[in-house]
């Protein structure tokens, strides 16, 4: 089983300002590791995703994050946010090999920017 | 290309009742997920299909519940005697078999209210 800990529910974040989330899973097997974003009145939507190769990923947006196999951590940054990143974000893992696409998600951070 | 549609997208119902919720995933897309986000948590996953055929259920998914997907293509979500702690986001997923990445398009999805 896998289990993914998000580990700030809220970040409020000035306009420019860098925004760091933080995720951090547990699994007995590899997972991929992938994070998604919920904007008001929206379905979730993929931001990024860490299937293998480069531990340095670079998603939609100008958002990237790094996968940290040791620290078992796939954390999520951006050097500059916007007004419309105002969001929630999601990190999840999904085991490799496993038939279907069964995602576990974390609790979510919201994002709030203010201007 | 129309994405994940999902109807209908709020219900309001009393304890007691029915309600059925109807996904209809990207044409091209074999598998269907459903999953449940409550009030400040991420998605928890429900059920899911490939194709026709309901291949894993969650122990989320109570006696109360039924899921459909009778031609492989547009899926049902059926609550019988609700409670109110059925109040959630009812949220539905699809991707293509082949693509065993993790990577799922949602709906805007179902958000029941139950009085």
């Known amino acids: 089983a896998q289990s993914v800990t998000q580990l700030d529910s809220q970040v409020p974040v000035f306009e420019e300002a860098p925004v760091e989330l933080r995720c951090n899973y547990s699994?007995?097997?590899?997972?991929?590791l992938f994070w998604y974003v919920q904007y008001p009145n929206q379905g979730l939507q993929l931001l990024l995703k860490y299937l293998s190769g480069s531990t340095l990923v670079k998603g939609i947006n100008g958002f990237e994050a790094e996968f940290n196999k040791s620290q078992t951590s796939f954390h999520l940054r951006k050097p500059s946010v916007h007004i419309s990143d105002t969001a929630e974000y999601f990190c999840a893992v999904s085991p490799f090999g496993a038939a279907g696409n069964k995602l576990t998600f974390g609790g979510g951070t919201r994002v709030l920017v203010k201007p | 290309d129309t994405g994940v549609s999902q109807d209908p997208r709020h219900k309001i119902t009393k304890r007691g009742q029915n309600v059925t919720f109807r996904c209809d995933p990207i044409s091209e897309h074999n598998r269907l997920y459903w999953y449940r986000q409550t009030l400040g948590q991420g998605p928890e996953f429900l059920t899911y299909?490939?194709?026709?055929?309901?291949?894993?259920k969650s122990r989320l998914l109570s006696d109360r519940f039924s899921a459909e997907r009778p031609k492989g293509s547009f899926s049902t979500l059926e609550i019988q005697r609700t409670e109110q702690g059925d109040s959630a986001m009812y949220l539905c997923?699809?991707?293509?078999?082949?693509?065993?990445?993790?990577?799922?398009?949602f709906g805007e999805g179902s958000r029941l209210t139950v009085l």
């Open positions: 299909f490939q194709n026709e055929a309901q291949l894993e």
């Open positions: 699994s007995s097997v590899s997972v991929y």
């Open positions: 997923a699809s991707s293509r078999r082949g693509q065993d990445t993790g990577e799922l398009f």
